[in-house]
């Protein structure tokens, strides 16, 4: 007989008369949604599950014995209760938000993910010293590191403050010791990044068919580094790294957060109604593609991006002629005063140097562009923690903000010579001047009002009567 009949029928009728009564009442505290966090001993609160499912759970596996007050489920907290249990509950549920499952919800976590998990659990609710009411084991780490971010400490000078404020306190204490037990402590939350091997002179990317492939197919140049001096090929160390932030898990994130879920709406309903930009959602571009594609404009929740790109020095040495791209994302969706604000500007590319990869940027691209076509074409699942749901996530790219240069090389146009101008493209008015061995754009009279004053300066624009100033 399987286990689970076992089990079964050895639970008393109360028992199940109380598991279905805890799910009807969660569902209903929590706006009857589909899914309901499972409480039960495997999943403890880290997955949203159909409410069935949860109601087998509980009979099948029993209510997690640590989750005594159902917070989760609608239950207030006692108004007595220290402040350090308000704050403990915000950590497990930023800590359970990071690790629920967005698909079918039904597959078990490994063994050794399962032993992370506990440990991580144990951490959030750990004092950091016995008595200690305000800072948990996990708080205090978080505390610390934001110290760390904010006034650009080194690892050895975070280490350490570490151990300065480890001698602060009780001997028995449980704050950490190190950098290196810090960053595993905080990876439990850390979406990570893809290293792609790159083309040194920034042919091709060495994945999918080229993944093993150890020369460029066009240039045929090394995917490894060359010694200068004696030529030979550093194997395992690579010419050329990208970096790849993946975006589909970071906006899934973004929905996991109450506040930032309802923040992602604002623009819903602040659209200005006196002909006034405030805010994007008062352009005619975001007007334009409400009317193009309305079913993508009736959900609020969709988001839309503007992408920059422009190159820079990250080393110390500015007279170095190292070039360093990198790639960011705005979401245009967030209240005014949060949409440009830094710690919402997504990171997605950075590409390496030494010279920037001028019009073979598109290379690089190639990686980002593929998600943002997934998430326009067919969208993603994603859980909306505000409303309690799942629902189909879209973006769209509305414009690209950079210089000129760039704005050449992300767009493919032709931004120099005789036709540099990308509006005006073969109707550009540009003269070559002969001595100055420049190209000079003329004809700017013909944006302006037909009864401007200019139009009287013939002699002004006249590009033979420039040819002779020159000359002379």
Known sequence: MHKS???????SKDYLDGARKFVDIAKANVGNPEMIVCPCRNCRNLSHQFCEIVYEHLVMEGMDPKYTSWFLHGEQLIASSHQEDIEISDTYKMFRDVHFKDDDFAESTSESREIELTQSLEDIDTPLYPGCTKYTK???IVALYKHKVAHDLSDESFDELLRIVSDMLQEDNKLVKSIYSTKKMLKAFDLGYKKIHACVNDCCLFRKDLELTETCPKCNYSCWKVDKRTKKIKKEVPAKV????PIIPRFKRMFKSQERAKQLTWHSSHKRQDGKI????DSLAWESINQKWPSFASDPRNLRLGLSTDGFNPLDNLSSKYSCWPVILVTYNLPLWLCMAKENIMLTLLIPGPKQPGNNIDVYLELLV???????TNGVRAYDEANNSMFNLKIILMWTINDFPAYGNLAGCTIKGKVACPICSTDTCSQWL???KKTVYMGHRRFLAPDHPFWMKRSWFDCNALKITTLN
């Not at 405030?278 to 959602?281: E, I, Q, S």
């Open 278 to 281: 405030r805010h994007p959602v």
């Open 138 to 140: 996990f708080s205090a």
């Open 5 to 11: 009949w076992v089990h079964l029928s050895r639970v």
């Open 370 to 376: 593929e998600d943002l076509i997934e998430l326009w």
């Open 434 to 436: 002969i001595n100055s």
């Open 242 to 245: 990208l970096r790849f932030f």
